[in-house]
């Protein structure tokens, strides 16, 4: 079993940074894909980045990518999610997410979820 928990959400203004935390335990981080998901008010849940379980290989979401980092430390079992020039349209609820195995794709083949921390974007 893996637990995963996420930290640094808050309220901001447009154009503010934030950096997401997921601590992550039960498990050994390298032998998990990671990724941050999110899913505002009456919309799906949608991928926002991954990185593949050696931290070689990351993936973005189209409407995050130039401003959005995703990164990890196999040493501290820590996964983060660098958000720069935040807008309106990126408040939701962000989960930390695994898969166990390579790379990460989709909602669909996560293995384990966070439980959430919301992130709110003020105009």
């Known amino acids: 079993q893996v637990q995963l928990v996420e930290s640094g959400g808050g309220l901001v203004q447009a154009g503010d940074s934030l950096r997401l935390s997921c601590a992550v335990s039960?498990?050994?981080?390298?032998?998990?894909?990671m990724g941050w998901f999110r899913q505002a008010p009456r919309k799906e849940r949608e991928l926002v980045a991954t990185?593949?379980?050696?931290?070689?290989?990351?993936y973005y979401g189209g409407s995050v990518k130039g401003r959005f980092t995703i990164s990890r430390d196999n040493t501290y079992n820590m996964v983060y999610l660098q958000m720069n020039s935040l807008k309106p349209e990126d408040t939701a609820v962000y989960y930390c997410?695994?898969?166990?195995?390579?790379?990460?794709?989709?909602?669909?083949?996560?293995?384990?979820w966070g439980q959430g921390t919301q992130v709110t974007v003020s105009s």
């Open positions: 039960g498990r050994t981080l390298s032998s998990y894909a």
């Open positions: 990185i593949d379980r050696n931290g070689a290989s990351t």
């Open positions: 997410a695994a898969r166990r195995g390579i790379r990460l794709l989709d909602t669909g083949s996560v293995d384990y």
